[in-house]
């Protein structure tokens, strides 16, 4: 299937962006009738909430819970100045942007719509030399410039890949993520999802760098029981359907964990799991 290429502008101004996430106005509405909408309303609306493909930033403000601030804050600040977009100024609690320079022109080159109705979108500034309304092919697609990858190289994200995503796209994160760990760039240097210990919210908070999918499973549960006894039969009832790349085994996130009194190792690299998008 090929990517719709969509011409508009960013806007972060009273919103809550993070790393991989940003409202986007296409030059031309009719753009958005390439899509399947489930709710006309989010159709309607101007400024559409983006989902990035292929990357995962740090949660800034997840259920009002977040991941280290440094990385987090990183990833959307380099975002920020890919785009354009300066004179930022944050609320007190880092959760949302009171004003910025925003407006900022761009691209953005999506299939199709998430479960939430945001268009999964490689995101492009408006250097880009790409055609408002082309319908292209992956390969006719310049990669390399888009800023999900720029900010997987800098080792600003984390993979997460879902089944929606075309094998040359899994390819390509894939070396480069591979790439940014070997050379322990960015997060990749403070990584602690192989192997950690859980005391507390405040470990995966404050304490460590952990995968995202997982801070918010972890967080979750933090909020839902107040027994640590009870961490594997929560995670086993989330429904989070995953294929291992390198075994072809379908499974379920919580099978994959070892959990061993406090200890939790994780001991698949993000960028070999691909998730269904419908859990």
């Not at 944050?90 to 407006?103: C, F, W």
């Not at 999900?148 to 993520?177: C, H, K, W």
């Not at 379908?250 to 993000?270: G, H, Q, S, V």
Request: proline content about 5%; aromatic content about 12%.
């Amino acid at each position: 299937m090929n990517y719709k290429i969509i011409q508009g502008k960013f806007f972060v101004t009273g919103y809550s962006p993070d790393g991989d996430s940003i409202r986007f106005q296409a030059a031309n509405e009719a753009n958005w009738d390439f899509f399947k909408w489930k709710s006309q309303q989010k159709k309607k609306t101007k400024k559409k909430q983006l989902r990035f493909e292929a990357i995962d930033a740090l949660e800034t403000h997840y259920q009002g819970a977040y991941q280290p601030r440094s990385f987090g804050i990183a990833a959307l600040e380099v975002l920020l100045k890919l785009l354009g977009i300066e004179q930022v100024v944050y609320n007190l609690s880092l959760t949302s942007i009171y004003s910025a320079a925003d407006g900022t022109d761009g691209f953005i080159a999506s299939q199709s719509l998430d479960i939430y109705d945001r268009p999964v979108s490689l995101v492009f500034t408006g250097d880009a030399q790409l055609q408002d309304g082309a319908e292209l092919p992956l390969a006719d697609l310049p990669l390399d410039l888009c800023t999900n990858a720029q900010t997987a190289r800098m080792g600003l994200v984390y993979p997460t890949f879902y089944s929606t995503m075309e094998d040359g796209m899994l390819s390509y994160f894939d070396g480069i993520t591979k790439a940014a760990r070997q050379n322990m760039v960015g997060l990749w240097a403070l990584d602690k999802t192989p192997d950690f210990t859980l005391w507390n919210i405040t470990t995966i908070s404050d304490d460590i760098v952990i995968l995202p999918k997982l801070f918010r499973r972890l967080t979750t549960f933090f909020q839902a029981c107040s027994d640590f006894n009870q961490l594997p039969g929560y995670l086993q009832k989330q429904s989070d359907a995953v294929l291992v790349r390198s075994s072809g085994v379908k499974t379920k996130l919580a099978a994959l964990l070892e959990i061993n009194d406090r200890n939790i190792k994780f001991p698949y690299p993000p960028e070999d799991l691909i998730f269904d998008p419908k859990g």
